[in-house]
């Protein structure tokens, strides 16, 4: 029976949005929001310059106030009941803080005594979940940007939070440092069971880290998917047809597939469609006189789903 209620209670969301909204004056920056996410997954959250991506964590945190909605974490309302809500957040913002005249070791030492009821030997266990054993007894001023932030984790995580949420957590950092915070933050879903709440602008780093991307627009969260549908699409590619005339290749293809996506792009008719299709299309063009020199396809990579989504708008 108790093994039973334990899979239950796995099964709950750890963070519940419901309908999260604000507004400043007459102007409305999240526009509803409702969002689930679980135990053991890694959640990115992804959007254009001004989409509303901080505005949404800093609502979640509590660090600004919520007009209309609620946000429950583990099941405390940050509105209602603060103090339980928050306690199960750990995070990191950009770049951890540290006294840098002090050792890692010392560091989460001054902030274990910080936050209540850090069993004994914890730090010493997020320290080897990190991977900074070998290096922790060492000042933190000799750390490179990757080490201090992998002791930012050890920090946000020593309390036993049951979300993570990490702001741009590989900001700054070079290929190799990207690719150990990346190592970490899937060991620490995993191994803690944790969710993670990840916001960040690298497209290509999201598709190798998470377990589903949330797009949001014009402060509404216009699409959740899961990262294999997003970047497989149904097994959709991408595929140049070097074809001439090309201007008459377009307009009678159109004629011929008005549902389908065809765009012109420098020399080459771009369609996006399935790879059995590639044939019928190129018997197509063939049999009715135009040229074909060249086809080349390509599966569609996560940022080619986000800017469709987007409408090709920059994104951060």
């Known amino acids: 029976m108790e093994k039973q209620k334990q899979t239950i209670s796995q099964q709950q969301p750890i963070l519940q949005i419901k309908n999260l909204k604000k507004t400043i004056g007459k102007t409305t920056l999240i526009h509803g ?37 609620e946000v429950i974490i583990n099941g405390h309302s940050v509105e209602k009941n603060f103090e339980k809500a928050i306690a199960n957040i750990g995070g990191i913002i950009e770049n951890p ?39 922790i007894h060492e000042k933190v001023k000799t750390y490179s940007l990757g080490m201090r932030q992998r002791l930012g984790l050890a920090q946000a995580l020593l309390h036993s939070p049951k979300l993570l949420i990490l702001d741009e957590p590989t900001n ?18 995993t191994e803690e069971n944790m969710t993670v709440f990840v916001s960040s602008h690298l497209l290509s780093e999201m598709e190798l880290m998470c377990d589903r991307i949330g797009i949001i627009h014009h402060g509404k969260l216009i699409s959740v998917e899961k990262v294999k ?88």
């Open 33 to 69: 929001i409702s969002l689930d996410l679980y135990p053991g997954e890694v959640f990115g959250f992804l959007g254009p310059n001004g989409a509303g991506k901080t505005t949404t964590i800093r609502m979640i945190v509590g660090l600004m106030s919520i007009t209309d909605g």
């Open 97 to 135: 803080e540290m006294y840098k005249f002090m050792s890692g070791y010392d560091n989460l030492i001054h902030y274990s005594r910080m936050v209540p009821n850090i069993p004994k030997g914890r730090i010493d266990e997020i320290v080897k979940l990190v991977g900074l054993h070998e290096r």
């Open 172 to 189: 700054g950092l070079d290929p190799a440092g990207i690719r150990e915070i990346r190592t970490y933050i899937r060991r620490i879903a």
């Open 229 to 316: 549908n997003m970047v497989e699409d149904n097994q959709q590619i991408s595929v140049q047809f070097k074809v001439t005339p090309l201007e008459k290749a377009i307009e009678f293809f159109k004629a011929k597939y008005p549902n389908e996506l065809a765009t012109i792009s420098g020399e080459y008719l771009l369609i996006g469609t399935q790879e059995e299709t590639i044939t019928e299309y190129t018997k197509l063009f063939v049999n009715n006189g135009f040229k074909i020199t060249g086809i080349n396809g390509e599966q569609k990579t996560l940022e080619d789903k986000f800017l469709e989504i987007t409408g090709g708008e920059q994104h951060v």
